[in-house]
């Protein structure tokens, strides 16, 4: 193990929530469709049960590996395991922001990474890159982590202009 890695892991709690309405949910689809007359409407509810069964799915997978790190920050690369597995060398990180959206009326937030050379070069916007991390029940302050990041990616940056010289 890495002395210098911080890993950040999911909050049982909010993920108990989230299959809690998704559990209520399907029970309330459930019985709607046993009271529609109308075929449109029970295969709308079909439809919407196939949703929330496949949102159990993830959300249980998750609750069951929540001692697993969901991000882990190394000195050198960024590991995010969620339903892809994505490893970002920190060397290529240009820009880190934290990013507050709306999807579905539901509030979402994830860090946008900006990737770019690894010597820093941001002459050309051909190159650039973005890769979005959900911050989904993780629990950790996000701040902290955007902070880390950008601290280890400017160090790395430095690291590498130093080895081409």
């Known amino acids: 193990m890495d002395a210098s890695r911080r890993d950040y892991f999911r909050q ?24 529609a007359t109308a075929r449109w409407l029970e295969l709308f509810c079909v439809a919407l049960l196939l949703i929330c ?19 882990s920050v190394f000195t050198d690369r960024l590991w ?26 539901l509030p ?14 941001a002459d050309d916007d051909d190159g650039m890159e ?9 629990d950790g302050d996000a701040d902290e982590m955007l902070e880390l990041i950008r601290q280890r990616a400017a160090l790395q940056r430095e690291l590498a202009v130093v080895r081409s010289l």
Request: no cysteine; proline share 3%; hydrophobic share 50%.
């Open 12 to 35: 049982a709690q909010k993920l108990r929530q989230q299959l809690g309405v998704l559990l209520a949910a399907g029970l309330l689809i459930s019985w709607l469709m046993s009271h």
């Open 108 to 121: 979402w937030r994830f860090i946008e990474l900006t990737l770019g050379s690894p010597t820093g070069a």
């Open 80 to 105: 995010y395991r969620g339903l892809r597995e994505q490893v970002v060398m920190l060397r290529n990180v240009d820009d880190a922001q934290l990013v507050d959206t709306r999807m579905a009326g």
């Open 53 to 71: 069964g496949a949102g159990l799915f993830v959300v249980s997978a998750r609750l069951f590996t929540r001692h697993h790190p969901t991000i």
């Open 130 to 138: 973005l890769v979005r991390i959900p911050l989904d029940a993780i």
